[in-house]
Nanobody
Framework: QLQASGGGLVQAGDSLRLSCAAS????????VGWFRQAPGKEREFVAS????????VYADSVKDRFTISRDNAKNTVYLQMHSLEPEDTAAYYC????????????????????WGQGTQVTVSS
């Protein structure tokens, strides 16, 4: 249902763009987002875009460095990452939440019902 790609090995300060292709049924009008999980750490919310609105939610750790966007024509959600830091090293997962979920709930992993397989981002210092 969700296929993430674009991860890789980069140096600190570099940029990277992740993509996540979804089926129209999964993607249509639902909120989309990204989570990440580093080895030995808990899963962490990264960013979310509320339905097709211009409302966004970002984790404080990535705000002003990462941008989430979606292309409805391509059923694809992106995560543009700039000024990458070694602390950004993790497996990144794209997610979608049902249309019924409200903006204030989007930091909660439990509201997302579809998860992609993850793409690894490694940032060297």
């Amino acid at each position: 249902q969700l296929q993430a790609s674009g991860g890789g090995l980069v140096q600190a300060g570099d940029s990277l763009r992740l993509s996540c292709a979804a089926s129209e049924r999964t993607f249509s009008r639902n909120s989309v987002g990204w989570f990440r999980q580093a080895p030995g750490k808990e899963r962490e919310f990264v960013a979310s875009k509320f339905r097709s609105s211009n409302n966004f939610v970002y984790a404080d750790s990535v705000k002003d460095r990462f941008t989430i966007s979606r292309d409805n024509a391509k059923n694809t959600v992106y995560l543009q990452m700039h000024s990458l830091e070694p602390e950004d090293t993790a497996a990144y997962y794209c997610v979608t939440a049902p249309r019924s979920k409200i903006l204030s709930s989007l930091r909660d992993s439990n509201v997302y019902d579809y998860w992609g397989q993850g793409t690894q981002v490694t940032v060297s210092s």
